[in-house]
């Protein structure tokens, strides 16, 4: 019984070792927009912003939070994510452009 109980043990502190990975996110800017629009993360995630327009883009959050700079045609800039919330960000070339990250607790 009492190995039993040992081994129990065991796999569940093998089980909680095993922090889950960050996931990264891929955002596409095409047609003047982001795609998705809103991507749901988690602290410790990744998203990457890959520009397939002719003419280049930004990805802006607001107040400084993040900014890609000028994303030229095929260019790509990621972002590690590092606080909760819900970011509403831009380009800052066509303001018109929005998107989203809503930011939940680290996985
Ligand atoms: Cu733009």
Not at 3 to 24: D, N
Not at 31 to 60: C, E, L, M, Y
């Amino acid at each position: 019984m009492r190995a039993i109980v040992a081994a129990a043990l065991l796999l569940l502190v093998g089980a909680c070792r095993t922090a889950p990975e960050p996931v990264v996110h891929t955002v596409t800017i095409e047609g003047s927009a982001f795609s998705p629009a809103v991507v749901t993360a988690h602290v410790g995630d990744r998203v990457v912003w890959i520009n397939k327009d002719f003419f280049p883009h930004t990805a802006t959050g607001p107040d400084g939070t993040f900014d890609s700079g000028l994303l030229s045609p095929d260019a790509s800039w990621t972002l590690t994510i590092e606080t909760r919330g819900t970011i509403d960000y831009i380009c800052t070339y066509h303001p018109t452009m929005h998107g989203t990250l809503q930011v939940e607790d680290a996985r």
